[in-house]
């Protein structure tokens, strides 16, 4: 798994709790709370977020302009979060509140972000 640090790791293991309460449910119960299809899409998400263009300041996943998935993934985590959404606050209540105030984030539109880049680069000696 990829080594993620700050608000990615942090989103990630959000992904990685709603996960778990859509596996179960579909999948019923592995080792790890989780089968081998949805340790893969963990993975394919970890490897995302490490790239992701925003960094620490990315926008929610499901609020990105960018979007940088793959559409079967897409699909796989959207239908995660329908079904797991709902039933975080029950399960895990502080973690459903941090999501709900980063979807909060503003939303910086790519054009902008390339903007921003390049001017550190011309910053930059
Ligand atoms: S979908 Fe957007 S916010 Fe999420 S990892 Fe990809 S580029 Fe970053
Ligand atoms: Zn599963």
Same mark, same amino acid.
């Given at each position: @798994? =990829?080594?993620?640090?700050? !608000? *990615? ?9 709603? #996960?778990?309460?859509? &596996? ?17 899409? @963990? =993975?394919?998400?970890?490897? !995302? *977020? ?9 926008? #929610?996943?499901?609020? &990105? ?24 606050? *029950? ?35």
């Amino acid at each position: @798994m =990829e080594q993620l640090t700050g !608000r *990615l790791r942090s989103e990630h293991k959000t992904l990685v709790c709603m #996960t778990k309460i859509y &596996c179960e449910d579909h999948h019923g119960q592995h080792p790890g709370g989780l089968c081998g299809e949805c340790a893969a899409l @963990m =993975e394919y998400s970890a490897k !995302r *977020l490490a790239k992701c263009p925003y960094g620490e300041d990315k926008p #929610t996943c499901a609020n &990105c302009p960018i979007h940088c998935y793959k559409q079967q993934q897409r699909e796989l985590v959207r239908e995660v979060m329908r079904y797991a959404g709902p039933r975080m606050p *029950l399960r895990h209540p502080w973690r459903a509140l941090t999501h709900v105030f980063d979807k909060l984030r503003r939303v910086v539109h790519p054009r902008e972000l390339r903007r921003a880049r390049n001017r550190d680069r011309q910053i930059k000696p």
